[in-house]
């Protein structure tokens, strides 16, 4: 993985085809976060530069990065590592992950970091490029040296796979953007087709996954049982003694 990988990437959702999908996963999430709930939301990674929260309804909205000249307003800013969030344990509601698990080496340390400062019952939203669609083919041309093509595309069965191992349910994932990885343009023929038969191969994928509560079972105490009564042979041994 190439080292100023994040940083490309950043500027490459500042291209035309960047600004394309990054309004198409706006619109994606404005589907999920309203519904959401709590009181405090925290994106990892800037893409978006906190677009990708407007839809929240949650009023404390945290975006965290690896610089500290990194600032996106009006949200509340924090500068730290991603497998070392400065947070409590169990103190987030929602945490959203756009692009961050496939430019990291071990995703696994993440989400594992995203489980331990979620509340029970608290929600984690990935965004990530599909390596099964026509972008993860053309990835395989360019070589992975340029953004957004640097960071592994990580499948969806393996992050799911890592969700279920940290205690989550996935609770939503699809797919979209069914257009070329080099066409600036909109090709709303493509779109169509793309959204009716290739549901499931869209250039990029989104997963909801909710933290399990852990529930402890109660044992029931084995109560010593009274001996019954036998009255028959009560009665029998009293005619014998008249």
């Not at 940083?7 to 198409?24: C, D, P, S, V, Y």
């Amino acid at each position: 993985m190439v080292n100023n990988c994040p940083a490309q990437l950043n500027r490459w959702f500042q291209t035309a085809l960047g600004r394309r999908i990054l309004k198409e996963e706006a619109d994606a999430l404005q589907q999920i976060l309203p519904h959401l709930f709590g009181y405090h939301l925290l994106q990892i990674g800037t893409i978006g530069h906190g677009t990708l929260l407007e839809s929240s309804r949650i009023s404390h909205r945290c975006v965290l990065s690896l610089s500290a000249q990194t600032i996106c307003k009006p949200y509340s800013a924090v500068c730290a590592l991603p497998d070392a969030l400065p947070f409590a344990q169990d103190s987030i509601d929602v945490v959203l992950l756009p692009h961050l698990l496939e430019l990291e080496k071990n995703p696994l340390d993440i989400l594992r970091e995203v489980e331990r400062v979620l509340i029970p019952e608290a929600h984690v939203v990935i965004l990530g490029f599909n390596p099964l669609s026509l972008w993860g083919g053309w990835r395989y041309f360019t070589r992975g040296k340029t953004a957004p093509w640097c960071g592994e595309f990580l499948p969806i069965s393996r992050i799911k796979d890592c969700l279920a191992l940290l205690g989550f349910d996935l609770k939503k994932q699809q797919s979209f953007f069914f257009s070329l990885p080099f066409y600036k343009n909109e090709t709303t023929v493509l779109e169509k087709i793309g959204a009716r038969w290739m549901g499931h191969f869209g250039a990029v994928y989104l997963l909801v996954a909710k933290k399990r509560v852990a529930t402890i079972t109660p044992i029931k105490p084995k109560w010593r049982t009274q001996p019954a009564l036998v009255t028959e042979a009560v009665s029998t041994q009293r005619k014998l003694i008249k």
